[in-house]
């Protein structure tokens, strides 16, 4: 076995407990920077990772052959995203916290037009870290927003500490997560926390596409939410 493959399959088994950059790659490989950014340049291509604003995931590819599940939470996550999928035709991921970023745990539809466009490093930047933010603690809610100077990856997503504490207040009062091209011009995304009776880290349930097919009947798709977290 090549010592590239090594790399390859060591960066995916990393990615499949948190999101990363590529320094922080780069640094727990012990390869140089270049080197993983074209390794990860490939792995997009075969759809074994995504690029999530400055930070990879693990892609659909990987995920469909991950197979440690003791709670089969993956199992019911397919689930809820192909009943998503399916009854609004958007796209429909499962997220759970994963370090500072987010990581799919299923996903059923297109991915293509998810590719952002600006890096951005916070879970506010989008509408499923929002839903994800909004059920921590608030110690740890108030650490994460802990920043300065305060980063927006558009002119469309929350300008400050106070427009994010609404949001997430918003959502622990039981309503959806929304955003329009906060992060990716002319997408949109439905989201709300998705609990689970086990102990587990949060996890949420979004609807995704563009924002003109969100917005042709937007009540039935945050319904459609709605109902795949209550199912």
């Given at each position: 076995m090549t010592s590239s493959l090594l790399r390859g399959l060591r960066a995916l088994e990393l990615l499949g407990s948190e999101a990363l950059g590529v320094s922080e790659l780069a640094r727990r490989l012990g390869v140089d920077k270049a080197g993983v950014s074209r390794m990860l340049r490939q792995l997009h291509t075969d759809g074994w990772v995504l690029r999530t604003g400055s930070r990879y995931v693990l892609g659909e590819r990987a995920l469909t052959m991950a197979?440690?599940?003791?709670?089969?939470?993956?199992?019911?996550?397919?689930?809820?995203?192909?009943?998503?999928?399916e009854r609004t035709g958007l796209t429909a991921v499962v997220l759970r916290l994963a370090g500072d970023g987010?990581?799919?745990?299923?996903?059923?539809?297109?991915?293509?037009?998810?590719?952002?466009?600006e890096p951005f490093e916070h879970l506010w930047s989008t509408a499923g870290g929002?839903?994800?933010?909004?059920?921590?603690?608030?110690?740890?809610l108030d650490r994460r927003l802990a920043v300065s100077p305060w980063p927006r990856p558009s002119g469309a997503a929350p300008r400050?500490?106070?427009?994010?504490?609404?949001?997430?207040?918003?959502?622990?009062?039981?309503?959806?997560?929304?955003?329009r091209s906060w992060t990716i011009a002319g997408v949109g995304c439905v989201a709300l926390p998705w609990p689970l009776l086990e102990p587990a880290p949060p996890y949420s349930v979004l609807a995704v596409g563009r924002a003109e097919d969100l917005d042709r009947d937007a009540e039935a798709v945050r319904q459609a939410v709605r109902d795949a977290v209550a199912g």
């Open positions: 197979t440690t599940d003791p709670a089969g939470v993956r199992r019911r996550a397919a689930r809820v995203a192909a009943e998503l999928h987010s990581q799919p745990v299923a996903v059923a539809g297109p991915t293509d037009f998810l590719e952002p466009d929002v839903a994800l933010l909004a059920q921590l603690p608030d110690a740890d400050d500490v106070a427009a994010v504490r609404r949001l997430v207040r918003s959502v622990r009062a039981g309503a959806v997560a929304e955003e």
